[in-house]
């Protein structure tokens, strides 16, 4: 069964978050533009199944940071959702459980273009591809529709403003010493230094 549109349509971005950067935030705002998404989700991931445990921030304080780097932006939320639910996160149940909560929304599931390749690799890729529109981000440019073959469904690609930003980068910069303003929103660079995170 086809994914079905609905009229409400809501952007989801899902991620570690650890921290959450401009990089984020930008394709947040993009997304929403091209699209006109009435909303978009930032949804932290509790356990990602690809990080080893104790490799990442609390999750308060990945969240807290998500909060205080949209507060201004009536247009972002963010969720606890996989807070709240036990085990590795999945984003099929992630999607899933958002959706419900939600309502009769129209899905918009934003990810990295690298991340098609491994698409068969995640849990039930295909319900997955039923119960959201799968949104791959790419690079500046144009937005159309595409739908390979060796993918569950069809996706739609949108080629946005992107910078080379990445939470990891941050996190070594923070340990070496090296400033990380304006990689990151200025009340999440406070909130880095004051919590001492990634010392």
Known sequence: MPYVV?????GILGGTFDPVHIGHLLVAQDAREALELSRVVFVPAASPPHK??????????RFEMIQL??????????????FRRSGP????????????????VDLHFLIGEDNLKDI?????????????????IGRAGNR??????ELPGPVLSLDIHRIVCS????????QRGESIRYLVPPDVERYIYDHRLYH
């Open 6 to 10: 609905k009229e409400k349509k809501i």
């Open 52 to 61: 080893m445990a104790g490799a990442i921030a609390p999750r308060s304080a």
């Open 69 to 82: 780097a949209i507060r201004d932006n009536p247009a972002f939320s963010v969720s606890d959702v996989e």
């Open 89 to 104: 996160s999945f984003s099929v149940d992630m999607v899933d459980e958002l959706g419900k909560e939600l309502g009769e």
């Open 120 to 136: 068969w690799s995640w849990k039930e890729p295909e319900r997955l591809f039923r119960i959201c529109r799968i949104v791959v």
């Open 144 to 149: 159309r529709e595409q739908g390979p073959l």
């Open 167 to 174: 939470s990891s980068e941050i996190r070594a910069r923070v």
